[in-house]
């Protein structure tokens, strides 16, 4: 779900934000204060990326709790995975 939601809003704020330096402030504010429901688009996405990494780290300790590291090709898949998502936030 933290997932969906983050591609989704991810999307929706891409249709409005510039990359350029010198007007990607503008279109923050331009988002936040023009865009229909903008503001509540960026907050789920900046606190929606929180809640991705909250369950990332569940899931990793439910992992260690219950022993799957003993599996160990797919806990290391699912370790270079965690890093992918960290390296890429």
Known sequence: IC???QILTG???AMHYTSDTATAF???THIC???NYGW???YL???????FFICLYLHVGRGLYYGSYMYTET???GIILLFAVM???
């Open 3 to 5: 997932l969906a939601l």
């Open 11 to 13: 999307l929706f704020l």
């Open 26 to 28: 503008n279109s923050v």
């Open 33 to 35: 204060r023009d865009v």
């Open 40 to 42: 509540i688009l960026r």
């Open 45 to 51: 996405h900046a606190n929606g990326a929180s809640m």
């Open 75 to 77: 806990w290391n898949i």
């Open 87 to 89: 390296a890429t936030a």
